[in-house]
């Protein structure tokens, strides 16, 4: 029997399944697109020792270019690590060791960036923090396929 012909399998337990999953894409968003709005604070750029205030106009340090574009490439860094091994573990102790996993990466990485003192304790947060919200984007796209299609895999 070909997909199209299969029976929809669709009840409210499977669209709660795929609601709470689908958050995980949300873990994925959030992350990847908040680092944007946070380098245009100026009370970032100077807790994080990028903003020279000793001069009128503040100006960015010449060290600066190079931080934010660390801060921005070790969370991709991060995230294509945690791809294939998010998948791995998948595939080895199943989805929701592959969530847990994910989320204890977000998690960890959440926490140290609320808690960064500086800019190198920042992009070592930002690595486990793409790490994780990628993880999330691999795993919850085929978590639907899997639970909602029992003939996809056919």
């Keep these: 029997m070909s997909p199209l012909e299969s029976k929809k399998n669709w009840n409210g337990w499977n669209f709660f399944i795929c609601y709470i999953v689908s958050l995980g894409q949300i873990a994925f968003g ?4 908040i680092i944007g709005v946070t380098l245009a604070q100026p009370s970032f750029l100077i807790d994080m020792d990028l903003l020279d205030v000793t001069v009128t106009p503040a100006v960015l340090k010449p060290s ?21 091994l998010a998948g ?3 595939d080895r102790w199943g989805r929701k060791a592959a969530f847990h996993w994910c989320g204890l990466l977000s998690l960890f990485g959440g926490a ?4 960064a003192r500086n800019a190198p304790m920042f ?9 994780g919200s990628w993880g999330f984007l691999a795993i919850s796209t085929f ?5 909602h299609c029992d003939d996809c895999a056919d």
Excluded: T
């Design 64 to 84: 600066a270019d190079q931080l934010i574009g660390a801060m921005s490439g070790v969370f991709q860094a991060g995230a294509a690590i945690n791809v294939f």
């Design 112 to 115: 140290m960036l609320c808690g």
């Design 123 to 131: 992009i070592v947060a930002r690595f486990f923090a793409g790490a």
């Design 143 to 147: 978590c639907f396929l899997q639970h």
């Design 30 to 33: 959030y992350p990847a697109s």
């Design 88 to 90: 791995y573990i998948a």
